[in-house]
């Protein structure tokens, strides 16, 4: 028997999951599951990289544990956030969370004093987010960009602590928003601007690459499987968009649904002209030479956040049920206005919100969740048109994957506000794309098309056909108008 192995880290929970093949068909399991959250300190908000790194052993152990001798692994986490290095491989810094407050107002002030948001749109086609590493590093601390010997993403960075090895993987590089389009490399100019070398980072390198054993301190103990380490499209969004279960011939997009949702479809070619950059569209790359021409919407982190804050009493499932129950539409909130983005309360934030535009307060849980999911449907829906505009596609099924998926009311939201078919799961999406990944690389299954067929079959869709919806191009118009009141989008 053959195993992959994922580690698939997000911003709220991280995961091992194995799987191989039987019949034909991918069986996964779950081997080793941990919370994640960013760490707050001296005001500022911070990843624990050595518990994250401790946590991948555990979940390799317990592996072993269960029978597991010899494996494939790959790695992926969220994008952005990076790790300085110096001569000697040690971290210079903790590592920021890219929601962290610094990067307010930077992005702003990198266009005004260094180069035109135009200028770095055409080079990168990546959409302008606070927190994309271009600005992340403009607000570091210049000592330390200069004593950095080497700069890696976060994954990148767990592959250099579990191998050794130096690399930059090219999805993930792609967030930093300092790749080249034309050059397919990164951009002197935009290095210069920050007063870096191309020699701080290590060489692109895309995913399917094979890095070899585990370091002989962690292969020699016997205590973890044999590991082949393959190189994961280690941005999460490209493993879930490799995770896609689309194999009929119908135009298709997709929303990877987590703590983000990433709406978009797959492209041979990027699109950076002037409509994507005003409409903030993204062109990260891809696995096998795709990019992902995509939006970032604020996602499942609101619910997430008003759960936290009300004690985790209910978890999502229940939630989801009590908004069900919920009148449709009474309160809405711009989703993706900044104010949303790391607030001291997204309870609040949302409430005041509501108060100010003169709706309903959601005063419990239940309402809370109801004005979350229904604001995110009709963000779905207005970034769909715009895709379908940009592209000059119509998409005729979209595919939800990720977390989010198991959502029923937020699916059919969508559906019915869509007009086409919502196919939800997998769930686990990102673990499996990145599972796909490592399949391909040891020759298990031949490309991407034949590993979405596999995702299908193993782990076959629900379809949510759209219903008529009472006061659509009321609602449509009264969101619209909400969201004029916002201030700045993220
Ligand atoms: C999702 C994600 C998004 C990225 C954001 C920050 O987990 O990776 O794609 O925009 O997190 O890295």
Redesign the pocket.
């Known amino acids: 028997m053959t195993y992959a192995i994922s580690v698939d880290i ?2 709220s929970s991280g995961r091992l999951v194995v799987a191989s093949l039987v019949e034909n068909k991918l069986v996964i399991n779950e081997i080793h599951r941990f919370g994640n959250a960013f760490l707050r300190k001296n005001r500022h908000d911070y990843w624990d990289m050595d518990a994250l790194l401790a946590e991948i052993m555990t979940g390799l152990k317990k592996a072993k544990a269960a029978g597991i001798d010899q494996c494939t692994l790959g790695i992926d986490t ?3 956030d990076y790790v300085l290095l110096d001569q000697n491989g040690k971290r210079l810094h903790d590592v920021y969370a ?1 929601r962290d407050g610094r990067t307010t107002g930077a992005s702003e002030l990198f266009h005004q004093k260094e180069l035109d948001r135009e200028v770095v749109y055409e080079k990168t086609g990546i959409q302008e ?1 606070r927190f994309n590493t271009l600005y992340q590093l403009y607000v570091h601390e210049q000592s330390q960009l200069d004593q950095a010997a080497h700069i890696l993403l976060v994954p990148d960075y767990l592959y250099y602590c579990l191998t050794g090895r130096l690399i930059n993987e090219t999805t993930n590089a792609s ?1 930093t928003q300092l790749l080249n389009l034309q050059t397919r490399s990164f951009d002197e100019e935009l290095l210069q601007t920050l007063g870096l070398r191309r020699n701080q980072f290590a060489e692109l390198t895309s995913p399917g690459t094979i890095l070899g054993g585990l370091k002989s301190e962690f292969a020699d103990t016997g205590e973890y499987p044999m590991c082949q380490v393959v190189v994961a499209p280690t ?3 490209a493993s879930a968009v490799v995770g896609v279960p689309a194999c009929r011939d119908r135009t298709w997009a997709y929303i990877s649904s ?3 949702s ?1 709406l978009g479809t797959e492209r041979k070619e990027p699109l950076n002209g002037e409509a994507p950059m005003k409409a903030n569209y993204t062109n990260e790359w891809g696995a096998y030479d795709t990019f992902r021409f995509l939006k ?1 919407i604020m996602g499942l982190w609101m619910i997430q956040e008003v759960r936290r804050e009300d004690g985790a009493r209910y978890s999502f499932a229940q939630l989801a049920e009590q908004a069900e129950r919920e009148p449709a539409f009474r309160s809405l909130v711009p989703c993706n206005d900044e104010r949303f983005l790391n607030p001291d309360s997204m309870t609040d934030t949302i409430r005041a919100f509501c108060l100010d535009s003169g709706q309903p307060l959601p005063d419990t849980p239940a309402r809370l969740a109801r004005c979350i999911f229904d604001s995110l449907a009709l963000t779905y829906f207005c970034a769909m048109e715009e895709l379908e505009q940009l592209t000059g596609i119509r998409y005729e099924v979209l595919h939800i994957v990720g977390g989010g998926a198991n959502n029923r009311l937020l699916s059919q939201l969508t559906a019915d506000l869509l007009g086409i078919e919502v196919h939800t799961g997998p769930s686990e999406a990102t673990a499996i794309g990145n599972i796909a990944v490592q399949l391909i690389a040891s020759r298990e299954l031949a490309d991407l098309k034949a590993a979405r067929q596999l995702i299908s079959d193993s782990f076959p869709p629900a379809v949510h056909y759209p219903q008529p919806l009472p006061g659509r191009e009321e609602l449509i118009n009264r969101w619209h108008h909400i969201n004029q009141m916002t201030v700045k989008e993220t």
């Open positions: 997000g911003a969220w994008g952005v890219y987010l967030t941005h999460d969004t987590g703590t983000w990433l970032n």
